[in-house]
């Protein structure tokens, strides 16, 4: 004979079987959707579509502005032409240009002043160091807006003038250079034979050797001052080249 309470044992042993039997949901399984408010979400930056791939930060014709910094993070100093949103051309350290939005114009301008980029590269390298490199940047900055025009010959002529320019001045340093290594040759040179005569003195001036080397080398001296304006020395930025011509020329 069953008893009640063996029954309700049984009953919940049955219960026990049979939920070992199916598999237990998970809770955490499903979706969890938390919603984001607007203003979060425009908060949220989008790395993706704005981290440039070079490095270069990513702006546009008219965030060309005094003071703020361009694609290489340089602060733009000064806008020399600007042309809505089709190119701008600045100084910021050298004179750059920032090309059109738009990568097929952007193609067609960086193509339409190949022909004068390696005057371009050449000036930008003369010029530094002088004082006069504000003309020079600004001869640069026209010959690439004539070049952005669709004015190829008055961007060369422009550049040839700019380029000459530069070379004019590197030359008249050149031949200070020249001139200061000549006279401070002269000078040691001087200071030795005023030296060895005092040591190695001659009893008659007539003879006086050293006295005579002493004239020759200021004869020498006046001699390079006078001609140095037709004589052809080294720019002032190949120092190898101007001292020893310098030195050779007593």
């Known amino acids: 004979m069953v008893t009640p309470g063996a029954k309700k044992s049984s009953h919940k042993c049955c219960q026990k079987c049979s939920m070992r039997g199916k598999p237990m949901t998970d809770p955490i399984a499903e979706p969890t959707v938390v919603p984001v408010s607007r203003a ?10 704005t981290a440039p791939k070079d490095g270069l930060r990513t702006i546009r ?3 060309i502005q005094p003071e703020q910094k361009d694609s290489r993070g ?6 020399y032409a600007t042309n809505a949103d089709q190119y701008s051309i600045y100084q910021a350290g050298e004179v750059m240009i920032q090309f059109a939005d738009d990568p097929l114009k952007a193609a067609i301008q960086r193509k339409s002043i190949l022909p004068i980029s390696s005057a371009r590269a050449e000036v930008n390298l003369l010029t530094q160091g002088l004082a006069c490199r504000m003309i020079c940047d600004r001869q640069v900055a026209y010959a690439l807006h004539l070049a952005l025009d669709d004015d190829l010959e008055g961007a060369k002529a422009t550049m040839a003038a700019a380029k000459n ?43 006086d050797f050293w006295l005579a080397g002493i004239a020759g080398l200021v004869g020498a001296a006046f001699s390079i001052a006078l001609a140095i304006r037709n004589r052809t020395v080294a720019l002032d930025i ?12 007593f």
């Open 40 to 49: 979060a979400a425009g908060a949220i930056p989008e790395k993706a579509a």
């Open 61 to 63: 014709v008219r965030d």
């Open 74 to 79: 340089i602060k733009i100093t000064y806008i």
């Open 165 to 207: 320019f530069v070379l004019t001045k590197r030359a008249v340093r050149g031949r200070f250079q020249y001139l200061k290594w000549s006279f401070g040759t002269a000078a040691v040179m001087m200071v030795l034979l005023f030296v060895v005569g005092r040591f190695f003195p001659f009893q008659n001036i007539s003879n």
């Open 238 to 249: 190949d120092l190898l080249a101007t001292s020893p011509t310098a030195l050779c020329a």
